[in-house]
């Protein structure tokens, strides 16, 4: 008799965790996409590299032969006030690369959704961590050393005003410690909210490369036409491009 009250113990806990299972399987929260879009442009036209000349806040005109930064540690903010936080969110952005100015981020919880936040550039702790893959590999042509980190913005292009080889002008931004930190995470809120559910919602965001040069720093070419390190140059450029992306568009 005991050992059938224990075999009916044993079943009825086995019963039990099953039925426990299955409603936390019924309770997980579904879950859809939201597609992000860069889209370069310089000042009110599309970004073209190498035969399109544009012209500065300072009046100095350029081309523009290289454009890329990094996107990393996006997040959405619910119109409830709760953060979704994309997983290993490391994006590289190339404009010689389409392929690369689009991204899904994957597993966001459905709902409303009123506000984005993204970090331009790779933070502290991937910038001292070793060999990495994706993104943040190397061979992108994206990093310096394990001392000095990773560019976190390049553009490259010419000037009649450099007095560079070839008129030449090379920014490439990085430093990511102290008075030399280039990391720049800005906000913005969506035009209108954006419903994740079974459909996936598009977010534009619009980056002007005029920007890297106008406010509220004015680069004069022909004073600033190389960043090669660190220091007090690219975090001028850094504080201009703090202010270089708008949404454009966030719906279905």
Known sequence: MRTKTKIWSMLSFAAMVALSACHKKDETTPTGKVKLEFFNVAGGSNLNLNNQWYTNANGDSFTVSRF??????????????ATYTEANSYHLVQQEDLTSTSFDMSDVPN????????????????????????????????????????????????????????????????????????????????????????STPHVHLQADVLQLFNSPNKIDFSNLMIIHMPGADAKSISDNYANMFTITYAGA
């Open 68 to 81: 890329n930064y990094y996107i990393s540690n996006v997040s959405l903010k619910s119109a409830n006030g």
């Open 111 to 198: 709902g409303s959704y009123s506000s984005i936040t993204f970090t331009i550039g790779v933070d502290s702790l991937h910038n001292v961590s070793g060999a990495q893959t994706g993104a943040l590999d190397p061979v992108n042509g994206m990093f310096w050393s394990w001392n000095t980190g990773y560019i976190m913005l390049k553009f490259e292009g010419n000037s009649p005003k450099s007095t560079q080889p070839d008129g030449k002008l090379m920014f490439h931004c990085g430093g990511f410690s102290g008075a030399n930190s280039v990391l720049k995470t800005i906000t913005l809120n969506f035009p209108q909210a954006i419903q994740v559910n079974t």
